[in-house]
Each structure stands twice: as C-alpha cells, then as structure tokens.
C-alpha cells in the first residue's frame, strides 16, 4: 500500500501530468511536491542570482513558489491536499535524499529545454536507476 508519494515538480508539463497521475492512481496518499533549486553555481543560470541573495534559502523559497502555485490549482481540481518541500543542490542527488522518506516517486519522464536534457542530463533515468524506493515515470 502506498501512503506516502514524492513528486518532483520543475515547472514543466511533464512534472504536471506527473502530478496529476499522483493524484489520480493514489487518491489517499499523502502526497509532496518536491521542487530542487540547483546550488549557486555558473553553470546553473536560475540558482546564478541566489549566490547574490543574502538568504539563499529564502530565495529557493521563492523562486519554488511559482511551481507549487501550479501544483496547488492541479490538486484543487481533484479536491486534495498537497505538501510541499525546497531542497537546494543537484535534481537527482536531492531527489533520492528526499525519497528515502517516501513509499514511492512519480516523476516526468522529462523536464525542462532539450538544451538542459543534453547538458545535464535526464533527471528521471538517473532518479529511477538511483531511488532507494519505487520510481513511477509518467510520460
């Protein structure tokens, strides 16, 4: 039985049809939507203006503030509640830590520009490969 899912959410279509297969497949779970600002760093060009913020955790509030506004109208249509949770640093690495917690991860299949899936990445194959717990990837 699965009480507690995680779902990481970076803005994209693909993190909200994961949301919303969440809420749909497991209607009486406990669900979080987890959002991952990347660390200040030059290769990261939206954390590049938290190494400027005198509180960076503040600002990772912030900026995560916008894709849980979204992931509150999602739940809102289906009447559920949602919890939420910043986690500073790298997507994948974050995204593990976070699931240990959890019985089970519904994540996109993909996210972000095709320039930011070649630079980095696909978050989704390295948290599936990763993740201590069972991996649902939404397409």
Request: proline share 4%; charged share 30%.
């Amino acid at each position: 039985m699965v009480d507690d899912v995680l779902v990481p959410m970076d803005g994209s279509e693909m993190s909200e049809r994961a949301l919303e297969y969440a809420l749909e497949v497991f209607p009486d779970a406990d669900v979080t939507v987890l959002h991952v600002v990347g660390e200040p760093s030059s290769m990261w060009a939206g954390a590049t203006g938290l190494a400027l913020a005198d509180d960076i955790e503040e600002s990772a509030d912030e900026l995560a503030e916008e894709v849980f506004e979204r992931a509150r109208e999602i739940a809102a249509d289906g009447d559920a509640d949602l919890d939420t949770t910043v986690e500073l640093g790298h997507p994948v690495r974050a995204i593990v830590r976070t699931a240990d917690d959890y019985d089970t991860v519904v994540i996109g299949s993909h996210g972000g520009s095709i320039a930011d899936r070649i630079f980095v990445g696909n978050v989704a194959e390295k948290v599936f490969r990763r993740s201590p717990v069972p991996v649902v990837v939404v397409r």
